[in-house]
Each structure stands twice: as C-alpha cells, then as structure tokens.
C-alpha cells in the first residue's frame, strides 16, 4: 500500500461535508482499496468492476454498496443489532491510475430518497 492524501466532499439536501486526511492507497488492474482513518473509525472505499464499497467501523458501523443503475442497501450496525435502508446509485463514475483514484457517486438514500453526492480523490504521495 502506498501513503496518500484523500479528498471526499459529500452533499446533500441542505448540508454538505468535507475530509481531508491521509490515508493508504492500494491499486490493481481497474481495481483500487483506500484506507483511512475517521474520527477515530476505521473507514476504506474499495472500487473494482464497476463496483464500489465504503465500510466503516467504529462507534456505529456502516458498510454501503454502490452499483450505477441499481438498487442496494445501506447496513448500520453489526451481527448483534443490525439495521439499514436502500440506496438507489444514479452514478457511479472511477478513474483508477498507478498514482491515483478519482471518483464521483450519485446516490439517493432511504425512502425520503434524499440526492447524495460524493466525490473522492486519493493521490499518492511518492510515485
């Protein structure tokens, strides 16, 4: 794995957030797993065969999959008390290069289906 800077700004109805933090980057043919560290969880986004994943775990942990064009599911919690809703992905778009990640997902969350955007880029720090 190699050290790299991760960017993710997510917005959506009336709010919006922005992370930048440093993180690992690990990159396969069409393939590529980041993994980071957030307010003290352990977080990764992996990508591969137009597929993406973002888990988190921690104090509440998440585990949501993005398929452009099709329905999935958001999971909060683990094997002793879990919970979730659906997720419709509009897009989901990945460039994945030796040096670097970039990527842009369109969502809309649960049944209110609020529109969520994440875009993500993870640059490696030494080529």
Known sequence: MTDC??????????WKNDVVCPARLEVGEGTARI???LEGD???FSFSNGRAEQVRKGGVNVRISFVQGSKTVC???DENLRGGYGVFTQKLSCVVKP???TAVI???SGDDREKI???LRAIALHI
Do not use: A, M, P
């Open 5 to 14: 800077r991760l960017t993710i700004n997510s917005q959506g109805n009336g």
């Open 35 to 37: 993994v980071y560290q």
């Open 42 to 44: 352990d977080c990764s």
């Open 75 to 77: 999971v909060l919690g």
């Open 99 to 101: 040096h670097g990640v």
């Open 106 to 108: 369109e969502y809309l």
């Open 117 to 119: 955007t994440v875009k």
